[in-house]
């Protein structure tokens, strides 16, 4: 797990080898240990290097080990030992020193990276803080402020950045591993004294009270709740009042109140995860490592509206060819300055040039004759988009994967218009398209495993988060919305107000409560959709008829607003008033509290007192319930799926894990429990009926998530 050979004559080379990122597993540092002492105590060698195989450094702790005892020597003592040895210790840094790979290197007398590597303490993307000593090392080597920042926010950065700040020693573009050796021998019989960085005075600061009080404002407001960012600007604040050795105790005590928190296992969940959702299959049993994607090199778009120029700007700047077309040449005038605008930010953002020669433009649909995939993004209307698949399907090249960008309509229906079924997806981005994480790839039961590999390629190329789904209505993200909005309207009927729902919301950590983001979108989107339903009756203004569609239990509050222009942001008044329309500052409305009164009184509800915890209760169960059956249809393959799409498409805290992560947190018998409760209450709404795989995992002794996909596969066998 690390090899130590002698390289050069006199430099002990010692490997880290723990595929694929060399985490510092037990056996990882018992290597270490082991190596460093033999190399120490060996005549022959005066200097170490210390590299990872396969081009990677180290990817950090081991953090499978996380849930379970801690084994093996641990990290602390360990990168003290190195750091405190008479012989210079060097770090080659290729791929990633992440975490406690930084840590390591930290304890190191001197670092050398690749220029194309980079650096990062993520720990607390992980709800934990670098604990290894790394809150106390950085601060100690690039001071306060650049230390607070990186540990606050985890990010990586480049090789470049890495040496401005003083992290490394030295940027190579040649062999690190080779050019490493050689400096080694280079500083061997130099004093050490100045390179051991935990005996390092902190810099000072001038205004330390004001430093950590910002830091603590700005990690406050942007955790919204999240724990560990608050914890680490505490062990930096440490390492800026206390000598070092202090330091480190108050660093343990707090990666003590942080280690075994529900925050930490969530957000570790979570990383895993995102990861899981790569490995997709199908019900046909077609899987990611069975299924080969075709090569992309031009792409197309078709119709230019939000969506498409957002599309049109992902795939450009994951460097594929773009035509994209819109048939209004004012469209396509306006699409195309958008386009541009939004390439040249991007690239200013990343420092990289603008990818514009990428894009070009047409009005004629007859340009995406070479593409080897075509997204379709017109308007959400199925006989237009029927009409453009047929008219795709006689342009394009035999072979061509034609794909939706669809958010509810049947991917299987588009498909049945064209004469290759098979090469049909749905592929649902998330406005803006160019910067929201998540894809959910749509696949029918003609799409062929090539076709959703290829697109689940694609969608990593463009940076995504690529879930492959099920085709039904809504596909996965957007059906489980529909039950906890409909809690959320029942609740005003109750008596809530928007307010109470979204403040609920937004203290459990969602950045946006269900009201405030309908008033974002516009109401007027899901008015369309349930006109289309046949929902909307406006004649039906009282009695019981009126709260009843298709004999379940409907609140028309969101079609009585918007049959009076309340469409939210955009039209300055929705379920909240706003300065202006466009405007963003959502204020309470005096006329939207008289409205639910009056709307009450006609219809005689008793208003009742509804707390948070009810809020949380009715509209995250009634949710995750539809989780449950969408695992039952196999619409999503496992829980990590559905979690995925909520924390990268929908808002979802991550801290919490994801809506199914969060049921087993609070317990599937508790939730259970709650459901039924309501639909004993409510039992006109069949959204609260506790579905039979949610009974079934209970009565399984509602076994950890991991687990989970064990007993779906029973229920699909007995099907
Ligand atoms: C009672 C209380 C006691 C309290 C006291 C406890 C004291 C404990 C002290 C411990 C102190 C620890 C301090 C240090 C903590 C850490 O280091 S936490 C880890 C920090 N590191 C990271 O967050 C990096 C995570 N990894 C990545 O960002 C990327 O993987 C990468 C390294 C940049 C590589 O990216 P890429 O090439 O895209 O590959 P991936 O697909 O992401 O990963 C490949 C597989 O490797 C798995 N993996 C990656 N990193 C780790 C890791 N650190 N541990 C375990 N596994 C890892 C990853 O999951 C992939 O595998 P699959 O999931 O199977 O696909």
Redesign the pocket.
């Known amino acids: 797990m690390a090899q130590l050979t002698r390289v050069s004559g006199s430099v002990g080379l010692i490997t880290l080898q723990n595929p694929?990122?060399n985490?510092?597993s037990a056996a990882v540092r018992q290597g270490i240990v082991d190596t460093v002492k033999k190399a120490v105590s060996d005549p022959l060698v005066k200097c170490v290097v210390i590299c990872g195989q396969n081009g990677?450094f180290c990817?950090?702790?081991?953090?499978?080990e996380f849930g379970a005892p801690?084994t093996g020597p641990?990290?602390?003592p360990m990168i003290h030992a190195i750091e405190a040895t008479n012989k210079p210790v060097v770090a080659a840094i290729e791929?990633?020193a992440?975490?406690?790979?930084l840590?390591l290197a930290l304890g190191c007398h001197y670092r050398i990276i690749h220029s194309k590597a980079?650096v990062g303490l993520?720990?607390v993307?992980?709800g934990?803080l670098?604990?290894?000593g790394?809150s106390q090392r950085l601060p100690r080597l690039i001071g306060v402020p650049a230390a607070l920042e990186l540990i606050t926010t985890?990010r990586?950065v480049s090789a470049a950045e890495a040496l401005k700040l003083g992290i490394v020693d030295q940027v190579t573009d040649d062999n690190t591993v080779d050019t490493t050796v050689k400096f080694a021998l280079s500083v061997v019989g130099r004093s050490l004294e100045s390179r051991r960085i935990s005996t390092f005075p902190c810099p000072p600061v001038s205004d330390l009270d004001a430093v950590f009080d910002v830091a603590m404002q700005r990690v406050r407001q942007s955790a919204r709740g999240a724990i560990a960012p608050v914890t680490c600007v505490q062990a930096v604040r440490a390492a800026a009042t206390l000598p070092y050795t202090q330091g480190m105790k108050r660093e343990?005590e707090l990666?003590?109140t942080l280690?075994?928190s529900g925050q930490a296992r969530a957000l570790q969940y979570c990383?895993?995860a995102q990861?899981?959702v790569?490995?997709w299959s199908m019900p046909s049993g077609a899987r990611w490592d069975t299924s080969k994607p075709r090569p992309i090199s031009k792409a197309a778009v078709i119709g230019l509206g939000t969506m498409g120029r957002g599309i049109a700007v992902a795939l450009a700047q994951a460097g594929l060819s773009v035509v994209a077309v819109e048939t209004q040449e004012k469209q396509l005038m306006d699409a195309k300055q958008a386009v541009s605008g939004m390439l040249e930010r991007g690239a200013k953002r990343r420092g990289v040039a603008p990818a514009l020669g990428l894009v070009s433009y047409s009005h004629n649909i007859q340009a995406v004759a070479e593409a080897d995939l075509v997204i379709e993004a017109v308007f959400e209307d199925m006989d237009l988009k029927k009409k453009v698949f047929q008219q795709l399907s006689a342009v394009c090249k035999p072979g061509t994967l034609l794909c939706t960008n669809t958010s509810s309509l049947d991917v299987d229906h588009l498909a049945s218009q064209t004469p290759s079924p098979e090469l049909v997806v749905g592929m649902h981005f998330f406005a803006p398209a160019h910067v929201m994480k998540l894809l959910e790839v749509v696949y029918g039961p003609r799409s062929s495993p090539q076709a959703v590999a290829t697109a689940m390629q694609l969608g990593k190329k463009m940076g995504k988060v690529s879930v492959a789904v099920g085709n039904c209505r809504g596909f996965v993200g957007n059906r489980m919305l529909k039950p906890y909005m409909e809690q959320a309207f029942f609740l005003l009927e109750e008596g809530a107000t928007p307010e109470l729902v979204d403040q609920a919301l937004e203290e459990f950590g969602f950045a946006m409560g269900v009201f405030r983001m309908s008033d974002l979108s516009g109401l007027d989107v899901g008015w369309r959709v349930r006109k289309a339903d046949g929902l909307v009756d406006p004649d039906a203004t009282s009695g019981r008829s009126a709260r009843i569609r298709q004999g379940r239990r409907y609140s028309p509050l969101g079609d009585l607003l918007c049959e009076q222009g309340r469409f939210g942001q955009k039209a300055g008044r929705g379920w909240y008033q706003y300065d202006k329309p466009g405007s963003r500052v959502a204020k309470p409305d005096p006329w939207l509290h008289n409205f639910l009164e009056q709307y009450r009184a006609r219809h005689g509800l008793g208003v009742r007192h509804i707390d948070h915890q009810e809020v949380l209760e009715r509209c995250l169960y009634a949710l995750i319930n539809e989780g449950f059956r969408i695992l039952e249809d196999g619409i999503a393959a496992g829980p990590e799926d559905i979690d995925a799409i909520y924390v990268f498409g929908y808002g979802w805290p991550r801290y919490r894990g994801g809506p199914m992560f969060y049921a087993g947190m609070v317990g599937l018998a508790n939730v259970l429990e709650r459901l039924e409760h309501f639909h004993q209450v409510h039992p006109d709404v069949p959204y609260l009926q506790p579905c039979s795989l949610l009974r079934r995992l209970v009565a399984s002794g509602s076994p950890p998530i991991q687990k989970w996909r064990e007993v779906i596969r029973k229920v699909h066998s007995q099907l």
């Not at 990817?59 to 499978?64: H, K, P, S, T």
């Not at 992440?98 to 790979?101: D, H, S, Y």
Request: positive net charge.
């Open positions: 694929p990122v985490a510092l990677v990817g950090g702790a081991d953090i499978r801690m641990p990290l602390v791929g990633a992440l975490g406690g790979g840590e980079r993520p720990e993307t992980l934990l670098p604990a290894a790394g985890g990586h343990q990666m003590a280690f075994t990383f895993f990861r899981a790569s490995r």
